[in-house]
């Protein structure tokens, strides 16, 4: 049971529980980012089609506020509580969140750009 302990961080039965407890407090989250960004997606779906992008947008900035505020307050309670301190913190989120769509972008399109130069899609044959 110790190396079992061990293997996953946890140095006792109590800290293992622990850790566990925050792992589904995270999930819970996650879900709950999840029902905020489609939730505001589909608002203004329902307002106008044509708004689709402004609704993704948003969702999008608004489920990362979101995940800020529960995960500051529900799951990861040991960080600093100034507003100086949760300001850089969620900048650097917004940032983190920001890059890692550039970079997926960047790589979606790239592939598409890639497949559309192609007149014919590749396959095991032409290897």
Do not use: C
Request: aromatic share 14%; glycine share 8%.
């Amino acid at each position: 049971m110790q190396k079992l302990l061990a293997l996953l961080g946890a140095k006792s039965k109590k800290e293992f529980v622990a850790l566990l407890a925050q792992f589904i407090k995270f999930g819970l989250v996650g879900v709950s980012n999840t029902a905020v960004s489609m939730a505001v997606y589909y608002i203004f779906l329902w307002i106008s089609p044509d708004l689709y992008m402004v609704g993704s947008v948003l969702g999008t900035i608004l489920s990362i506020a979101n995940a800020f505020f529960w995960n500051d307050k529900f799951v990861f309670t040991g960080n600093a509580n100034d507003w100086r301190s949760k300001l850089k913190r969620l900048g650097k989120t917004y940032v983190s969140y920001g890059g890692t769509s550039l970079v997926m972008f960047m790589f979606a399109a790239g592939l598409l750009l890639n497949v559309s130069r192609n007149e014919e899609t590749p396959s095991v044959s032409h290897l």
